[in-house]
């Protein structure tokens, strides 16, 4: 649209916009998973799973749909992962056995 000379380009972009509402680094989640990005999302009403290598450049990314308008995610102390939505549900997510 406009001229930003003064930022550096994104590394990824989703186009349409899917409405980021947060982003967690994982840990200690899951081996398969730790190291990854987990991210919300309020227009695609899922959490996205982002893998980037040293370089910083995006290698891999999952969608999980929710089909609610996710708010926050946290990555809690005993390994599990929390997200919030709009309409107050609370959604957690745990390590397989």
Known sequence: YGRHDRFEPPVFAFLPSVAIS???????????WDGDLLM?????QSLWRIRVDRAGRVQERERLEVGHRIRDVEVRAD???????????????????
Do not use: C, Q, Y
């Open 22 to 32: 947060s982003l967690e680094l994982i840990r200690d989640f899951n081996p398969a």
């Open 40 to 44: 919300g999302t309020l227009k695609d």
């Open 79 to 97: 390994g599990s992962v929390a997200a919030t939505t709009d309409d107050g549900t609370l959604l957690v997510l745990t390590r397989a056995g």
